[in-house]
């Protein structure tokens, strides 16, 4: 049986970081306030428990959430109520959980990518409905 010197050894441990453990890496975290695609609002995302969340956090003109399907929230201000739910790590290269949007009052399936001064969000219908995506723009972490 060959033995390999030390020298030999020890390099090969120094490249085994390199190929263990970078396949389920997090990807960037989506935290931070973001603005929309259109400008007319900012979005709050932060660690809610194990997760992340989104919050309404500015808004050019606010209004009521008058399309939610609860009666008892139609009156509320848009500015504040939670719109990403239950965002979670992919394994891959963004997150997902829901987003509901108070245009239509109907929840999607969301996914969430982090491209570092941009975060790209894709809403679909559930069942395999359709889809439609935005970028927002980083302004603060």
């Given at each position: ?21 970078t ?15 259109d400008?007319?609002?900012t ?23 008058i ?13 504040g ?33 982090s ?27």
């Amino acid at each position: 049986m060959k033995v390999l010197p030390l020298a030999a050894l020890t390099g090969v441990l120094a490249l085994a970081p390199l190929f263990t453990g970078t396949a389920n890496a997090a990807p960037p975290s989506p935290a931070g306030e973001w603005r929309v695609a259109d400008g007319g609002a900012t979005v709050r995302i932060e660690k809610c428990g194990p997760y992340y969340c989104g919050f309404v956090a500015s808004a050019n003109d606010p209004g009521k959430d008058i399309r939610n399907p609860d009666p008892s929230k139609r009156n509320r201000s848009v500015l504040g109520i939670e719109i990403l739910f239950n965002l979670k790590s992919d394994g891959a290269s963004g997150y997902t959980g829901e987003t509901y949007n108070a245009d239509d009052g109907q929840i999607y399936i969301a996914t969430v990518t982090s491209l570092g001064d941009t975060l790209k969000i894709r809403g679909c219908v559930p069942n395999g409905g359709i889809c439609g995506s935005e970028t927002w723009t980083l302004v603060h972490k």
